[in-house]
């Protein structure tokens, strides 16, 4: 199996350090997960600053460990001309500076990096909607992995009022609830999701559990849990 969405670093809160790689891959080991696409952590100061958070421990973590799959986290105030090839994905999340997903910033540094895009959502927010992931990948011409796939509730009642281009996918960690989950699958069925946990905020065991609600033969089972992300970024 392969985490899609894993974050290296923890995460400083109540003169506490929330979040442990060691734990991370321990847990790992233990649920049959091989792999894990890891990015950073983006900290209180890379929201109010507006910064990116520490992409270069991505790449020099996976440089001792072949099991780990690095994404560049980016955000529009920062853009850099060209990313380490060495990067399989790219993550935007709109919290940053609160910049909509399909901001033209965006959707120009997607064309210009051309590689799959990772992207926090959250029906509940006007920025990060599942409206704005479809406006984007319309005019991209790369997967456009939806993180969290919503998260909430709204997203249930949300979803029959959208239409998706092909290119969009849907990653599992987050999800409010199984029914959710169940809806997306309906309507997209096993070649549009993705299995991912987003440790720490996240746990692998929570979104295996949630992928387990849906009672998927073995074939859809492994296109969730590896086969879509292997596919989608080359590895």
């Not at 850099?80 to 994905?89: F, G, H, M, T, V």
């Not at 959502?121 to 990060?128: A, L």
């Not at 996240?202 to 992928?211: K, Q």
Request: proline share 5%; net charge positive.
């Amino acid at each position: 199996m392969i985490d899609a969405h894993v974050h290296f670093g923890g995460l400083p809160q109540g003169g506490k350090i929330w979040g442990n790689f060691q734990e991370y891959e321990n847990i790992a080991r233990k649920n049959g997960v091989k792999m894990y696409c890891l990015t950073p952590i983006g900290k209180p100061e890379n929201f109010s600053e507006k910064t990116t958070p520490d992409n270069n421990s991505v790449i020099e973590k996976s440089k001792k460990d072949k099991k780990i799959i690095p994404i560049y986290w980016f955000n529009v105030f920062d853009l850099p001309e060209s990313i380490d090839e060495r990067y399989k994905a790219i993550k935007f999340h709109p919290d940053i500076g609160q910049i909509n997903i399909d901001d033209s910033r965006v959707l120009d540094f997607i064309n210009h990096i051309k590689k799959p895009v990772f992207i926090h959502t959250n029906e509940s927010k006007e920025y990060s909607s599942l409206l704005k992931v479809s406006n984007l990948a319309r005019k991209v011409d790369v997967p456009v992995i939806a993180v969290h796939s919503g998260s909430v509730t709204k997203t249930f009642f949300n979803l029959d009022n959208y239409e998706f281009p092909e290119n969009v996918y849907f990653e599992t960690s987050g999800i409010q609830y199984s029914l959710i989950l169940k809806k997306i699958h309906q309507r997209f069925g096993s070649k549009r999701l993705i299995f991912g946990s987003d440790y720490p905020f996240g746990d692998p065991r929570v979104s295996l559990a949630m992928i387990n609600t849906l009672n998927l033969t073995k074939k859809d089972y492994d296109l969730v849990t590896s086969g879509n992300i292997e596919r989608l970024i080359n590895i």
